[in-house]
């Protein structure tokens, strides 16, 4: 019974919730007619405070925003991951932003506490932001640089990508 758990745990890890699937999934090819490069797509959504957040405002600064759920098991995994970035990056022009795909924003604010997270934590609901990303299961992950241009994605979790991601972060910050 014990190993079936394990094999459960390490199952969901690996493939994330959702449909989406896998450890890592860089961003997709571009047609070959169009640039390089993607516009990371603008979107408004309401943190926990009330406040409202867009993409726009935080021009200027390389953006982790992250896709994650209370009840989902690599997304619990990967918040105390992301939590050690949002620390070790204070200071630096670096915007942690989480979005919850949740409902039920008591349960939000309860798993925010219980982890005691810092990231600026928002709600994604209503917002359409997950589709304006192309997200299919999370967690998902993306690196967005200072000029407001996808720099890299993630589709689930793993924990060697906290290494990645520090070493994307520094990259764009030295630009």
């Known amino acids: 019974m014990k190993v079936q758990k394990i094999i459960f745990i390490l199952a969901l890890l690996l493939v994330g919730c959702g ?25 408004e959504v309401r943190d926990l405070e009330g406040k409202k957040v867009t993409l726009s405002m935080l021009k200027g600064k390389v953006v982790f925003l992250e896709f994650w759920a209370t009840w989902c098991p690599p997304c619990i995994l990967s918040a105390p991951k992301v939590e050690e ?29 219980r982890m005691e997270l810092t990231s600026h934590v928002a709600m ?40 990645v991601w520090r070493d994307e972060l520094d990259r ?3 630009k």
């Open 172 to 174: 764009l910050l030295k």
């Open 85 to 113: 970035m949002v620390q070790a990056y204070k200071g630096k022009k670096v915007e942690f932003l989480s979005l919850s795909v949740d409902t039920n924003e008591t349960a939000v604010r309860r798993f925010v506490k």
């Open 124 to 163: 994604a609901a209503d917002s359409y932001v997950q589709e304006k990303y192309g997200v299919q299961g999370i967690p998902a992950f993306f690196l967005i640089d200072k000029e407001g241009y996808i720099a890299g994605f993630w589709g689930g979790f793993h924990p060697s990508l906290p290494k």
């Open 19 to 43: 449909s989406q699937g896998g450890v890592y999934e860089p961003a997709p090819k571009p047609p070959a007619k169009t640039p390089r490069r993607y516009k990371a797509p603008d979107f």
